[in-house]
């Protein structure tokens, strides 16, 4: 079964071809970081704008790339959500009109569902049910994959994601968008010499927003004198810290073996050092997927879309040409 999938939920504009939802043929991502870091962050309408003018020739090279012709392909699975809507758009659109040119059925695909699907394409072994750490710049989620399209929530943030928590301390200490890798680079060289608050619940939700304000307000009582280094692995040390607490409690209440980390936060460097510690500690084995795989791309939507499609879970495409984005859908629904 062959798979074309479409990612635009962000700004990168990606296309990839997958084989039985865990070969990838080909992976193309068009990346949209240069033109958006001279604004600080992301601009909506302009990544609408070049999703539009880069997504016919991302899939043309998608298809060259895999040595297939259109004519190959089963299906078609895209990202309809959550994302920027206009983003999202393009890909839903451009999605339709190709499954309605080949006559093949759409597969429409949560973002989110993508992320832990990484680790399918990372890891061949790698089966429901375990618990996933969904960490990026939307979403700080634990869940229950119960299978492959069966997901429950048993926790969430209750304010920031830890992505846009590190994209705001980058910007604090002076450094350029997307903040996590370079607040990770600088945390290198500093020491963990800043007190940070943490915010426990009894439940399993997480909170980053007291920390990221604490950040901001020793960063303007200290100005000049600030030690960015240090207030940088102070940070990221505080964070990853909340971020394996709350798996581990999930762990022993789920009592499940496998804990999978997804999301563009997952490619961090001491999350993944912490969590491997704590699955030997704690006798459940750890899956992170593949570098490449941990920030926005459609390799990871097409594994995803290849696991909805044999449960059943798409459409003839002459029966959904109202297919619509969503900005705001949950996992699951
Ligand atoms: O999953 P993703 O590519 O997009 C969303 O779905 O949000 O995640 C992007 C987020 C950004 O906030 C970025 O700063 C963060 O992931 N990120 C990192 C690292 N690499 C990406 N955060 C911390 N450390 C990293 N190495
Ligand atoms: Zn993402």
New binding site residues.
């Given amino acids: 079964m062959i798979g074309l999938s479409i990612e635009t939920?962000?700004d990168?504009t990606s296309v990839a071809i997958i084989e039985n939802g865990r070969k990838v043929l080909s992976n193309i991502v068009s990346t949209q970081i240069d033109i958006h870091k001279e604004f600080g962050g992301v601009v909506p309408e302009i990544a609408s704008r070049k999703h539009l003018t880069n997504i016919s020739y991302v899939v043309n090279e998608a298809i060259k790339e895999a040595n297939i012709s259109f004519d190959d392909l089963d299906y078609i699975g895209v990202t309809y959500g959550p994302?920027l809507i206009g983003a999202l758009l393009v890909g839903v659109s451009y999605a339709k009109s190709l499954a309605y040119s080949l006559n093949i059925p759409i597969v429409p695909t949560h973002?989110i569902e993508g992320?832990i699907a990484a680790n399918y394409l990372t890891y061949n072994e790698l089966k429901p049910p375990f618990l996933a750490l969904v960490?990026?710049?939307?979403?700080s989620h634990l869940i229950h994959v119960k299978d492959y399209s069966k997901f429950e929530i048993i926790g969430k943030t209750r304010d920031d994601?830890?992505?846009?928590a590190?994209?705001k301390v980058?910007r604090v200490l002076g450094l350029p968008y997307?903040?996590?890798?370079e607040?990770?680079k600088l945390a290198i060289n500093g020491k963990r010499t800043y007190t940070l608050p943490k915010t426990k619940f009894d439940n399993l939700d997480f909170s980053f927003s007291g920390i990221k304000t604490a950040v901001i307000n020793i960063a303007h009582k200290e100005g000049e004198s600030l030690r960015k280094a240090d207030m940088a692995t102070s940070f990221?040390q505080t964070v990853c810290e909340e971020l394996i607490f709350n798996t581990l409690r999930a762990v022993n209440m789920l009592k499940i073996d496998k804990v999978v980390l997804a999301?563009?936060?997952s490619?961090?460097?001491v999350?993944r050092e912490m969590l491997e510690k704590a699955a030997k500690e704690n006798s459940f084995k750890a899956y992170m997927p593949d570098l490449k795989y941990?920030?926005?791309n459609a390799a990871m939507i097409g594994s995803a879309a290849h696991y909805n499609y044999v449960s059943g879970k798409y459409y003839e495409i002459k029966d959904k040409m109202d297919l619509n984005a969503i900005a705001n859908i949950k996992i699951g629904d």
């Fill in positions: 939920s962000c990168e994302g973002h992320h960490v990026s710049g939307g979403h994601a830890v992505g846009e590190f994209d980058a997307p903040g996590g890798p607040v990770s990221e999301g563009g936060v490619a961090n460097r999350l941990c920030t926005d």
